[in-house]
């Protein structure tokens, strides 16, 4: 049986529907769109088709600034704290059916640093409508390294979802032939 969470004290919702728009989610569209144009994704068996190689944070657009300060903010509410911020990286990807993505392939993990420990963020851009069960198109996790049990956190328009970068995940069931877009980003931080 499939099991989905809407949130829990790991996976965390921050909703900025009051400021991101379907005009920003158009224009990180049609960013991705040509940077996957001009070739620069990866193209690897362990990457989603068409994983961006850009750290698309650093775009100097309306749309991008708010997709930065969002994520930050998310981050430290996910922390209960302002933090030094180390670093911060964020990339997108399209994918759909006919991609034929073996699922199997693409869990993972964003290492930690016990000194400067990340936290994860997706935001997405667009899930198609006609997916056949939304609440899987998003992402999947397992909480322990065995994969044995895994859950989905359904995905909501307008939000960043926070979590540790140690949690293994793989993007969700796409059925879609239309595209989904995924905005993905790790922010480092210092604990002191």
């Given at each position: ?6 949130d ?11 400021l991101?728009?379907e ?6 569209i049609?960013?991705?769109q ?8 990866f193209?690897?068996?362990?990457s ?23 994520f930050i ?46 936290l ?20 999947e ?19 960043w ?18 595209n ?13």
């Open positions: 049986m499939t099991k989905i969470i809407q829990n004290d790991i996976f965390r919702k921050y909703d900025y529907s009051g991101i728009t005009a920003d989610n158009q224009h990180i049609a960013t991705v040509d940077i996957i144009a001009k070739g620069n994704y193209d690897e068996a362990h989603p088709k068409y994983q961006t190689k850009e750290n698309i944070f650093a775009r100097q657009t309306p749309t991008f600034l708010k997709m930065r300060m969002t903010m998310s981050c430290f509410f996910y922390l209960g704290r302002e933090v030094r911020i180390k670093g911060i990286n964020a990339w997108s990807f399209q994918t759909c059916a006919q991609d034929n993505l073996d699922r199997n392939k693409l869990w993972h993990h964003h290492h930690q640093d016990q000194t400067y420990p990340k994860s963020g997706i935001y997405y851009v667009h899930i198609p409508q006609d997916e056949l069960n939304l609440n899987t198109a998003g992402t996790f397992a909480t322990s390294g065995d994969l044995k049990e895994t859950f989905y956190v359904a995905p909501k328009p307008f939000t979802l926070i979590y540790p970068s140690d949690v293994w995940h793989r993007p969700g069931i796409c059925t879609s032939q239309e989904r877009y995924v905005v993905a980003g790790d922010m480092q931080y210092q604990i002191s």
